[in-house]
Every structure is written in C-alpha cells, then in structure tokens.
C-alpha cells in the first residue's frame, strides 16, 4: 500500500514542481513583500511588524490558492484525460490512488510553504537583526497541517462536484468562511432564536477551526512559542479533521462510477 | 481443457440515471463468454454494443449488475486480478507533464518491479515500441501515434500474460497501424493471451483467432474466424454485418429500416 502511495504522490510532486502556476504565485508572492518593504509602506516605527504581517497575510492566501487549486484538479484532470483507467488497471486501489494525491499535494505545499517561511525568516532576521524564535516553527507547522485538511476538503469537492473551477471557488469561499466567521459562531448562536441557534452552535462543534492554526499575530509581535502540549494537541485536531476527510473521500471515490 | 484466461458467466451491466424516474439502461445483458491462454480475441461491435462497458468490469472499474467476471481465476474486483494484466485504453493522453521513461518507471513501481528489472523492462518495450530515441522527452512533445505507442509500452511493462486492448488502432495513419499490428502478432507469437477490441475488421481477421460480435448488448455471435466465415459464407466485415442484422439500404423494408431498430 505506501510503496502505491508513494507513487503516486511522486507524479504529483512532479507535476507541481514543472506547473509554471506553482512558480508565479511564489514568485508574485515575494515581489509583493519585497516592494511593499523597498516603499516604506509602512511607518518607520512599526514597519517590522507591519511588513511580517502583510507578508504572512500573503503567504497564507498563496498557500490556500496553492493547496486548492492543486488539489481540485487532481482527480477530475485523470478522469478528463483518461489517465485514471491504465492507472487503475493496475494492482492499485482507488483508496490509494486518493491518498497518493494528498500525499503529493501535502509535500508540494509543504516544500512552498518552507520556501515561503524560509523567505520571511531570512526578511524578518535582516530588518530586525534577531534570528526569529521557535514560534516560527510553530507557525509553519500549523500552517502545514492546516493545509492537509485544506487539501483533503478539495479533493473530497473533486469527488463531488465535476467541474474543478466550481470546486476550487466552493472550496476557497468556504474556508474564507471558516477562517473568518468560524471562531464567532458561538456568538452569532447566542443572538439568534430557536432553532436556528442550535443549529449554528452545532456547526461551531462540528466544523473544523481554522483560526486555531493561525499562529500570525503571534509571530509579528514576537510572542515566545506556545506550549508544545498544545502545539500537539493542535496538530492532533488537524490531522482528525483531514483523516475524517479522506475517509469519507476514499469512500465516495470507490462509489465513484468511472465510464 | 486449460482453465480460461477469461471467464465471464451471466454478466449483466446497468447504468443507473441519477434522474428520479428515469429507467435503468441496461448496457450488457447475459453475456457469457471464454479466453483461453495463447488466444487473441476479437471483441467486435458497432458503437455502443457494450464492448466498453465489458472491459470496464473485467478491469474492475464498473461493478456488475449481476453474474461474474474472472481473470485468471480472481474475481475481477480485487486489485490483485490486475497483476498479470496489461490495458491500452482507446485515445488515452498520458501525464504530459513525464518523460516516456518516468511514466513507464511510475508503472512499473506499482508492479513492484524491482530496480534493475524495471531498467530491463523500460529499455525492452521502448525498443519493441520504438521510442528509444524520445524516452527523455516530455510526453506533451508526442505525436498522436506516439502517444499511442507509449501506451502499448505502459500495457507492456509488466511483462503481462493477458493485453486487453481497446481499439489499440484508433486514429493511427497507415503505418502506425502496421506497426502496432506487427507488435500484437509478435506478442501473440511469444504466447501472449489478447483480448482486443476494434472496428477495423480486415485488422481483426488478420490476427484474431477467435471473435465474438456483441449488439445492442447482447453477444450474437462468437467462434473461430475460420469457422464464422464459412458459416455466414463471407469475409469478418460479411459475418459482422450479417450478426447484427444490417440490411444495406437498398434492400430495406419498412419494416428493416434503422429508424425502426
């Protein structure tokens, strides 16, 4: 089974390393940092901090268009193709074919994600004169972990809706949603009446928070690193969420009628 | 006799609309038919005969409605029925974005072909398909034919005892097409069992031994190419047209006409 996996996670690593697509938002990415930084965007006497937190704002939204976009095309561009019929007409399983793309995606981010922070570690070390401390790390692996279930939540879309352009803009619209009101369903629940409050305090239940992985502020203003109790028992309730995903995908995937 | 290659008893496939009320359509009914080691076999059909739709199970991306599909003895839907087999979909584009000898290395990782076998085994069928030369060019750079060819090679990689070939010819120029049929009479000679499908008759009758003509679904006719042509008194194209009941247009009734079929 992982000698399938790696496989198959090996032609997806291939792809996104020779995709231009991959290379122009990392690219954009630090040309947007860089400039805002040659400007003096921001005042003198925030402009460390200021300049950290535009440029971790757009390594988290280059890293969710990243980890959508590749991974809701994953299996409607095998369909489209064709692909995925000499493929599995070989001793491999669907299960492994679908965590075979995660496995792919995941590292693909994972090494754009490194390069992101590498990057912002070398920027934020330059301007401030202190190397940045294990709250770095934090950050990165969060964000990491964060991405898997991202990825997993994609490609669960790609299972479902056809088109991977609708699936991308779902999956992008939904996680926007979760990140920004996710945390505050809890207090919209308390303003609203039966039995639509129910109903939201279910979905804060239910619904993954994704605010937990976001270690930013953290980072800008130079907190020490959280405890690595909670670092864990962060990077257990991701790797729940995304392991539920992929269940339900692999699923859907073996139902999936191919013609 | 030797156990079949092939076995396929019952085998009904549906397809089921995900509309409320609309009916079930049933693409192969009662379908029952044998490949025997060593044997190419033709498996014939006007478009939406079912023939797709019969290699789609035996491959095990369909499930069957009913009835059962073997491969060497294994039930079709486990993974490991799969091992000794090689498959050349009809028009497939192959990940653009690999060289031939990277897609042939991701296939035969999942044969579990060991390293230096696997370098064997590359080196062997890029030569018998002839893209020696292209083995480091991306595959976005092939041609249509040699797209095709990096199929073979890919169906090819696991030294496989049965090829299930769909229309392994389609959209080929002459020579292309010689040259894939060269390669199935030399696979063929070596021992190979080939389950094939194809439109191209005059193909078909140059190297198939057995055939079987499926329409509507259901298989009308099968048995040796020697024995159908003189029974329906004709060549393949003769039997073919015979088996599925066409009646050239000057010979249509009313009662024969397509719109009344």
Request: proline share 4%; hydrophobic share 50%.
């Amino acid at each position: 089974m992982i000698r399938n996996i790696q496989a198959v996670a090996g032609v997806v690593l291939r792809e996104m390393l020779r995709r231009k697509d991959f290379y122009v938002v990392l690219v954009l990415s630090f040309l947007l940092v860089g400039l805002m930084a040659a400007s003096r965007f921001f005042s003198a006497d925030k402009a460390v901090a200021s300049l950290k937190d535009a440029a971790l704002l757009i390594i988290w939204i280059s890293a969710f268009v990243i980890a959508v976009t590749s991974a809701a095309r994953q299996i409607p561009a095998e369909c489209e193709s064709g692909t995925i019929f000499p493929l599995l007409a070989k001793p491999i399983t669907r299960t492994e074919v679908l965590l075979g793309k995660f496995m792919g995606c995941w590292l693909a981010c994972g090494v754009a994600l490194a390069v992101f922070y590498a990057f912002l570690t070398i920027f934020s070390a330059s301007r401030a004169h202190t190397m940045p401390g294990a709250i770095f790390f934090q950050a990165f692996w969060a964000h990491w972990i964060l991405l898997g279930l991202i990825i997993s939540l994609a490609l669960l879309g790609s299972l479902v809706f056809a088109a991977p352009s609708s699936n991308t803009t779902i999956c992008l619209v939904a996680l926007a949603g979760l990140w920004l009101l996710g945390g505050h369903l809890n207090h919209i629940a308390l303003r609203m009446t039966e039995p639509g409050s129910t109903l939201v305090y279910i979905l804060y239940y239910i619904l993954p928070h994704v605010e937990l992985f976001d270690l930013r502020r953290l980072v800008v203003h130079d907190y020490p690193a959280v405890p690595w109790l909670m670092w864990a028992a962060q990077t257990l309730y991701g790797l729940t969420y995304t392991a539920a995903l992929l269940v339900i995908g692999c699923t859907l995937f073996q139902r999936k009628s191919l013609r | 006799m030797d156990e079949p290659i092939i076995k396929i008893e019952k085998l009904r496939i549906e397809y089921r609309s995900r509309e409320l009320g609309a009916p079930v359509k049933v693409a192969v009914k009662d379908l029952s038919l044998e490949v025997h080691k060593g044997e190419v076999f033709g498996f014939l059909g006007p478009n939406g005969a079912g023939k797709t739709s019969t290699m789609n199970v035996l491959l095990g991306f369909l499930p069957p409605a009913g009835g059962r599909a073997s491969i060497f003895g294994v039930d079709v839907r486990q993974p490991i029925a799969r091992q000794r087999i090689g498959y050349l979909p009809e028009l497939t584009y192959y990940y653009k974005f690999l060289t031939a000898e990277e897609l042939l290395r991701f296939y035969g990782r999942i044969f579990n072909l060991p390293q230096a076998e696997l370098a064997r085994r590359i080196d062997a069928v890029l030569k018998l398909v002839g893209l020696e030369e292209a083995r480091g060019r991306l595959i976005k750079t092939y041609s249509k034919g040699m797209q095709q060819r990096v199929g073979l090679a890919q169906a090819l990689i696991n030294d496989p005892d049965l090829l299930i070939l769909d229309e392994p010819t389609s959209g080929l120029d002459p020579v292309g097409r010689m040259q894939v049929r060269q390669i199935i009479q030399r696979l063929h000679s070596e021992g190979k069992t080939i389950f094939y499908s194809s439109h191209e008759l005059g193909e078909v009758e140059t190297v198939c031994d057995r055939v079987a003509v499926m329409h509507k679904g259901e298989l009308k006719v099968q048995g040796k190419v020697e024995d159908l042509i003189r029974q329906f008194k004709g060549n393949l194209e003769e039997v073919f047209l015979k088996a599925i009941g066409y009646v050239p247009a000057e010979n249509q009734t009313p009662e024969s006409s397509p719109a009344n079929t």
